[in-house]
Structure formats: structure tokens, C-alpha cells
């Protein structure tokens, strides 16, 4: 059933790494923009990188590890090897009729929802939105607190929407205290907020900073029903955040895992949101 989710393997898994329309639209579709020019711009250069050639290089993806599905809500997982750690794809249609700004509400305005969907997302709260100055784009500023069963994974993350022609793509990149500026302090006071109210399974769960995390959601037309989403993403536990994050983060098993669960999340979201929930 459409929003249902569908079964899943063992629950260390299943956690691990666990995330338009109208005038407005059409005037970001049309004017020149700063973060648009065959290249996604962000101020980690690695994300715009990878992304960008992720996103329209016809030689991007050779090499790289490839699943494909037929009864699942998405129907292609790919991991390829980078220098350090994984970029890990899945695109999928999500098993019914969604139209575009439909989806892109899920992504950009509703993932502070995935707790009610994902047992592995403890809070996922919004900081705030604006226009950032490097990419001239509308960005919203989130912040992620994650069960990984083992531990505690944290991280702020800035998202950009950006329209190019039929399709919508949402980026995101780690959020810093330079990106942040002024309302940093805002940001922080919230923060610690939210980490206190959070309950874990015992105090000696360690809560690990995420060491690098970006992505992207593209919203494009879909053959079967009328949107698809591509979910690109890296997450990277560094060193200082303990063997089990690092492991995790490494490992295609895992990274797969959370991927297809992630993905599951978002539909169920959508869903919701299609149906006035």
C-alpha cells in the first residue's frame, strides 16, 4: 500500500545513514544563476564536484557498483568508491502518482516529519531559511539527530533548491558556523535544545558529529508515474569519531541499507503530504 514501508533487514542496518512552482519558479528557471552553469556551486568543493558530474556526466557512473530492483519503490541502487568512503545513488518512482511540487515539499519543507516515518531519526528540526550569498539560491538550514544503534550520529545541514527547466534539484551540503554567520548563535541555542530532550537507550551512547555529509534529490518526470527521484548522497565519519561510525560509513552493506530505508522514509512523507496528512 502506497506510504506503507516495506520490510527490511536487520535493525543496525536499516538505521545506518539514515537525508516550486508558479512565477517564482519559472523566474528561477529563466534567470542566470550563480550556482547553475553545467556546475551545482557550494562552499564545500568536493560536494559541488561530485554532484555536479554525479548529476550530468555520461561517464560519472562507470565503474561503479549497480543494483536494480522491480519490486521495490525505487528500482536502482549505485555505490561508487571514491578516495574516502562512498557516493551512494537510488532512484526510484515510489509506487504511485506524485506530482513535482508535491515531492519537492516533502524534501525541502517536511523532513522535520521523518520521525513519525523512521524510528532511526530522533529530531530533525528546522533552523531557519534565507538566500545564501555564494550560491544566490533559497537555502533552508536543518539539523539532524540519528540513531545508528551503536551510537549517536549529529550534523546541520544547508539545502539550496534550484529549478532547471523540468527538473528540481535539491542540494545539500554540511552546514558550518561560517555559512551560519549571524544566526549561528540562534542556531546553537536550538541545538542544544533539541539534544537535550532527546532520549537515548542508555547515557553511554556515544553522539558523534557526522565529519562530512552533501547530497541531492533530483525531481524529474518519471515513465511510469509522474515524478522520480534520484537521492544522491556522501556521509563520512572521520577520524576522532570512534571505529564503529568510521566502519559504518565505509562499508557498502550498510551504506545500501540505509540508503533503500531512507528512500522508503521520504515516500512515506510524501504520502502524508499528498493526502492532506
Request: glycine residues 12%; aromatic residues 10%.
Given at each position: ?6 520490510p ?14 508558479g512565477?517564482?519558479?519559472l ?27 554525479a548529476?550530468d556526466?555520461?561517464t ?19 555505490l561508487?568508491?571514491?578516495d ?7 532512484t526510484g518512482?515510489g509506487?504511485r502518482?506524485?506530482d513535482?511540487?508535491?515531492v ?11 520521525p ?18 555564494t ?13 545508528f544503534?551503536?551510537?549517536y550520529?549529529v550534523?546541520?545541514q544547508r539545502?539550496?533548491?534550484l529549478?532547471?527547466g523540468?527538473?528540481t534539484?535539491?542540494f545539500?551540503e554540511k552546514?558550518?558556523t ?7 548563535p540562534i ?17 553511554f551512547?556515544?553522539v558523534?558529529?557526522v565529519?562530512?555529509i552533501?547530497g ?29 561510525a568510521?566502519m ?30
Amino acid at each position: 500500500m502506497p506510504g506503507e514501508r516495506p520490510p527490511r533487514g536487520a535493525p543496525w542496518s536499516r538505521r545506518e545513514l539514515l537525508a516550486v512552482g508558479g512565477g517564482a519558479a519559472l523566474a528561477l528557471a529563466l534567470r542566470p544563476s550563480a550556482a547553475w552553469a553545467g556546475r551545482l556551486r557550494t562552499h564545500d568543493p568536493e560536494a559541488g564536484s561530485l554532484l555536479s558530474q554525479a548529476l550530468d556526466s555520461p561517464t560519472f557512473w562507470q565503474g561503479a557498483s549497480v543494483k536494480t530492483f522491480d519490486d521495490r519503490l525505487y528500482d536502482e541502487v549505485r555505490l561508487k568508491s571514491l578516495d574516502e568512503g562512498y557516493l551512494a545513488m537510488v532512484t526510484g518512482e515510489g509506487g504511485r502518482d506524485f506530482d513535482a511540487a508535491t515531492v519537492v515539499r516533502t524534501v525541502n519543507d517536511n523532513m522535520q516529519r521523518l520521525p513519525e516515518v523512521e524510528d532511526g531519526a530522533k529530531a530533525v528540526v528546522r533552523l531557519g531559511e534565507g538566500t545564501d550569498g555564494t550560491t544566490g539560491l533559497p537555502f533552508v538550514d536543518s539539523f539532524y539527530y540519528l540513531d545508528f544503534t551503536f551510537f549517536y550520529g549529529v550534523y546541520s545541514q544547508r539545502m539550496y533548491k534550484l529549478v532547471d527547466g523540468s527538473r528540481t534539484i535539491l542540494f545539500f551540503e554540511k552546514l558550518t558556523t561560517e555559512m551560519a554567520g549571524a544566526a549561528w548563535p540562534i542556531y546553537d541555542k536550538r541545538i542544544v535544545e533539541v539534544m537535550s530532550g532527546v532520549k537515548r537507550r542508555s547515557v553511554f551512547g556515544s553522539v558523534v558529529p557526522v565529519s562530512k555529509i552533501f547530497g541531492m534529490f533530483v525531481v524529474s518526470p518519471g515513465a511510469t508515474y509522474r515524478s522520480r527521484v534520484t537521492f544522491t548522497t556522501k556521509i563520512h565519519f572521520g577520524e576522532g569519531t570512534g571505529m564503529l561510525a568510521r566502519m559504518g560509513s565505509d562499508m557498502p552493506p550498510v551504506i545500501r541499507a540505509g540508503l533503500q530505508s531512507g528512500f522508503d522514509s521520504c515516500v512515506a512523507i510524501a504520502s502524508k503530504v499528498a493526502d492532506g496528512g
